[in-house]
């Protein structure tokens, strides 16, 4: 099914190459239609949890912090200033002279109401991960707020800066998250002006933006999002001229359509990377993965910079341990680097026991050409990996409930862009853990639970270290995403994945 | 006849009851409804609290009769991933749904009824072979291809009609052509024996003695004949239509029934699953139990046998 699809694809894209018109939608009114293939449940940002929502996010809502994503530094957006009281509250001064699309000014109740509504867990939001470390939200004045953490959670800040969008509190106390996703009201670059559940979203540039916030002020003047599931009618959108931007293009349908005249085609790098887990804790069901010597055999035998020219695509980099390199203590530093030899992967198998390799499931549930590959290296060196491939969850199911010890996995750590929110995911005896070390953990946790960077950044690499030596995890690459538009628009991808249309101007 | 149509009746309902069944079975056993629910990164933590919250840690048979009570009184709940009432979201895209479905029942309709009567009046020519070709290629080509095929052409080289979305008429053009497609070798295939067998007949040989036109015999005394079956087909065919929207609602983006139930298996939302399901097996089982009754009606053997 999928060779036809990609045969369909390249047959109907060299076809269509000749006859394609110019395709700039949206350059003559100044607006850009662009497409995403899910939709989310609910328009408001606490109430989904896919990519496209976290994109409608950005550009409806403003956060308390901005990252600017060229250098990630922290810099001023709702609030003005923030500091740390002690380990577990922090203090922001607000802006004055904000206003939310409604007219509301906003000030001190709007994030109080916000945080304390949406970290209750009563109040059902999809996204637990991204609040429930706070305790409350304090009002001190006006335009001062304190935010009690229930613990010391220095990864706070990125999440401030990131998924803890801030609402208007009497709109959101009146209409609540259904009413908020039917009418989003923030103070975002963007409006909401239509809202047509399950077909498109359109945003209006927001004309009283506020004049200095770290987002520079929107040029192109209306964004539509349409949702349409299938990446080929995407495709063929863009390429009739009906869309101008896409995302998620599959890497040999990039390279066709780079040969469209009126588009241009962006590979950029994602904070999603893709790793191999290997359960090697008391309850693995593989329990040839508790040796080492077979941990490290698997990881010689893949040869990963060839991979990343055959079948992951441009922009992506090979990963020596378990996070994305930007990430706030990612390092590899002082971590041992595998190579790709697949002669001493054979000489490790033979110490090991297994001269003649062995039979072993291999779980996967996306990047399925990926895997294949993987599957070709392991053969190569005598492990027959048998591919088990499946929807998310279900994989995920297989392996908490230590049915599946050997699994291609991907994480995309929720945009943040802190070490804290990938290794501890896999490492810190969460269910998602199939190694349990009390080293790494603990470093892990001392990684975690500091206010001062120095003494993280130590933490996170010393846990990382202990990771890749003892070859827990096969760190495989980080994943590039494709993008196709039309050929005037301004773009630049960043690793989070999140476009910023409020940066970008067609020529 | 009230017995036998008592009778189909019954059989309906308990065919709709094992559909639903199934459906449920199917949905919860093929993975976890929590986990899927809070999505790709959530803690085991978070998918407690949404596995408790959302009463999903009962028994499967408590959470399967608690639903069937309610689905009886159009209650189907409420979408776990849309979080709005399932009734509302079904109501809502049904329009959509129904009118691709006639639509392309109509194009079926129109494409395969002549066909098979060219093929029946040159049985075995080049004519006949032409049209079995049509049907063998409509049977045997995926939709989804098929649909891109029309997309790129129609949409992309030719510019004449939108590519997805359902916002005008012309936006139902390709996605009716692509699923009516599908059903129009059956419909050919059914008009062109039933031609056939009619044509052989003995009022037709009357017919032609007292002298009266091809174009009367054909139309007036034949065609009306055996085209009767057709229309039984024709509901049938109409389920399987509304079936197959699933794949063409997904590729043309079209905002119907197909599509609901395309995104609602992609979240596990069952509710959502089971009410489609539910109702898709409802109308394709009132269609043909009206084929049945409408067959029984016209041909009294079917009820006595």
């Given amino acids: 099914m999928h060779k036809y699809c990609k045969l369909l694809r390249v047959t109907l894209l060299a076809a269509a190459v000749a006859f394609a018109l110019p395709a700039q939608a949206g350059k003559r009114d100044n607006s850009v239609k662009l497409a995403a293939n899910q939709v989310p449940e609910s328009l408001d940002a606490y109430f989904n949890n896919v990519r496209v929502g976290v994109i409608l996010a950005h550009h409806i809502w403003d956060t308390l912090i901005y990252r600017d994503p060229k250098t990630n530094e922290y810099k001023p957006s709702l609030s003005t200033g923030w500091r740390w009281i002690d380990d577990k509250t922090l203090e922001f001064d607000l802006r004055h002279g904000v206003k939310f699309h409604n007219g509301a000014a906003f000030d001190a109740d709007d994030v109080v109401y916000t945080l304390n509504f949406v970290s209750k867990p009563e109040n059902k939001s999809t996204t637990q991960q991204n609040v429930n470390w706070i305790a409350s939200a304090e009002k001190i004045d006006q335009f001062k707020v304190r935010i009690h953490l229930k613990k010391p959670f220095p990864a706070a800040l990125e999440y401030l800066a990131g998924p803890v969008v801030i609402y208007p509190h009497e709109y959101y106390a009146k209409v609540g998250p259904k009413g908020m996703s039917e009418k989003p009201v923030g103070s975002g670059p963007y409006m909401v002006v239509e809202n047509q559940p399950g077909r498109l979203v359109r945003l209006k540039r927001n004309p009283n933006y506020f004049k200095d916030s770290p987002k520079p002020q929107p040029q192109i003047e209306t964004l539509e999002l349409r949702l349409i599931p299938d990446q080929n009618t995407q495709t063929a959108e863009l390429m009739a001229g009906g869309l101008d931007w896409i995302f998620n293009v599959p890497p040999d349908q990039a390279q066709q359509l780079k040969t469209v005249p009126t588009l241009q085609v962006k590979a950029g790098e994602s904070m999603r990377v893709v790793f191999l887990t290997m359960a090697s804790g008391e309850q693995t069901p593989t329990p040839v993965l508790k040796d080492i010597r077979v941990r490290k055999a698997i990881i010689h035998a893949i040869n990963r910079q060839a991979m990343l020219k055959t079948v992951v695509g441009e922009s992506a980099r090979v990963i020596h341990t378990l996070c994305f390199p930007a990430q706030f203590g990612c390092t590899d530093e002082g971590a041992p680097r595998y190579d790709y030899n697949p002669a001493k992967s054979k000489e490790l198998l033979k110490e090991a026991g297994y001269p003649n390799g062995f039979d072993i499931d291999l779980y996967a549930y996306r990047e399925r050409p990926q895997t294949e590959a993987v599957i070709g290296y392991l053969r190569a060196v005598g492990i027959r990996a048998n591919l088990r491939f499946m929807q998310y969850a279900a994989m995920r199911d297989a392996i908490r409930e230590h049915k599946a010890g050997f699994a291609h996995q991907t994480w995309g750590s929720f945009s943040v862009n802190d070490v804290s929110a990938m290794t501890p995911v896999y490492f810190k005896f969460s269910a998602d853990d199939v190694t349990r070390d009390p080293q790494v953990r603990d470093l892990l946790e001392a990684g975690d639970t500091s206010v001062k960077p120095e003494v993280r950044k130590v933490a996170y690499k010393n846990a990382l270290k202990r990771i890749a030596e003892q070859a827990y995890v096969v760190p495989m690459y980080s994943l590039p995403v494709y993008y196709a538009y039309a050929k005037d628009l301004q773009f630049q991808p960043y690793p989070d994945e999140i476009p910023r249309f409020w940066e970008y101007r067609w020529k | 006849m009230l017995q036998y149509a008592l009778k189909r009746a019954v059989l309906a309902l308990l065919v709709a009851l094992t559909v639903s069944l199934i459906c449920f079975l199917l949905v919860n056993l093929s993975t976890d409804v929590a986990t899927a629910m809070a999505g790709e990164g959530a803690t085991a933590e978070a998918i407690d609290v ?204 079209l905002n119907g029934l197909g599509y609901l139930a395309w995104e609602a298996i992609g979240h596990n939302d069952f509710p959502v699953v089971q009410a489609v399901v539910l109702l898709i097996s409802l109308v394709y089982i009132v269609l043909t139990l009206l084929a049945d009754l409408a067959n029984a009606w016209l041909d009294p053997r079917i009820r006595i046998g």
């Fill in chain 2, 50 to 253: 949404i596995r408790h919250q959302y009463g999903l840690d009962r028994p499967l048979p408590v959470q399967y009769v608690e639903w069937l009570g309610h689905a009886a009184r159009g209650d189907f709940g409420d979408s776990l991933y849309f979080r709005t009432p399932v009734a509302a979201l079904v109501l809502e895209r049904m329009p959509t749904t129904m009118i691709l479905g006639g639509a392309a029942l109509g194009f079926a309709l129109l494409l395969s009824i002549p066909l098979g009567v060219v093929a029946a009046l040159k049985p075995n020519s080049w004519v006949d072979r032409l049209t079995l070709t049509i049907a063998v290629v409509g049977q045997a080509m995926p939709t989804f291809w098929f649909a891109l095929l029309l997309m790129f052409l129609f949409g992309v080289t030719l510019h004449l009609l939108p590519i997805s979305g359902g916002d005008t008429w012309q936006h139902f053009i390709l996605p009716s052509i692509a699923l009516g497609y599908y059903a129009t070798p059956a419909i050919m295939r059914l008009t062109r024996s039933g031609m056939l067998e009619v044509l052989e007949s003995d009022y037709i040989r009357t017919a032609r003695a007292k002298g009266l036109g091809n174009t009367s015999v054909l139309f007036k005394h034949a065609l009306r004949n055996a085209v009767a079956p057709v229309v039984a087909l024709a509901a049938v065919q109409l389920g399987f239509l509304l079936g197959g929207s699933v794949v063409i609602e997904t590729v043309f983006a």
